[in-house]
């Protein structure tokens, strides 16, 4: 698996291994041996499945007390997934970064826990699927506004997104709560 740094500490892109031939193709999609050679040693309680149309715009989601590391992936479409890091301690406190998944690039991205993650569709239709650290708690989870011009992401948006009533109403950088 080729592991690829982003502008977050602890954010990565990685690239498993792919081998096709004239019937399709394989890869491990998840190889806990590879996860350690690569750094990420945690633990996943749960797997999640997602389906979203064009232009939907998903988060930007945190959990405060059962705080979650994510890694994500794409089967089928294209998405824009970002990650915000709300860690007062690390260096790229503010900052975002994001990158493109898709189930034709086989990419995922692990995001550590202290960063709030959302995604937009930019294909027909997405199947996201992800594996967590801990469990959803609805009492903590925590939406950062998609749109907070304090953070100012480039959702790369030439329409408005479609969003959730609970993402249109996210709280703004300077309001959200954040991790030490």
């Not at 989601?61 to 690390?90: C, M, N, T, W």
């Not at 998944?101 to 997405?126: C, K, Q, T, Y």
Request: aromatic share 12%; proline share 5%; net charge negative.
């Amino acid at each position: 698996m080729k592991v690829i740094a982003t502008s977050l500490p602890g954010l990565l892109v990685l690239e498993p291994k792919v081998f096709r031939d004239a019937r399709g193709f394989f890869l491990e999609s998840f190889n806990e041996n590879a996860m350690a050679s690569a750094g990420i040693r945690e633990h996943f309680v749960q797997d999640n499945h997602s389906y979203s149309a064009r232009n939907v715009l998903r988060g930007l989601h945190y959990q405060v007390g059962h705080p979650q590391g994510k890694l994500v992936r794409v089967v089928a479409g294209e998405i824009f997934d970002v990650a915000v890091d709300l860690r007062r301690s690390s260096p790229t406190f503010g900052k975002w970064d994001g990158v493109t998944l898709s189930g034709d690039n086989f990419r995922m991205l692990w995001i550590p826990a202290g960063l709030a993650h959302g995604f937009r569709v930019l294909s027909d239709g997405a199947h996201v699927l992800y594996k967590a650290t801990d469990f959803y708690h609805p009492e903590c989870e925590r939406t950062l506004a998609w749109n907070n011009p304090e953070v100012n992401i480039n959702w790369q948006v030439d329409a408005p997104p479609i969003v959730s009533d609970k993402d249109a109403k996210g709280a703004s950088f300077r309001d959200a709560e954040k991790f030490e």
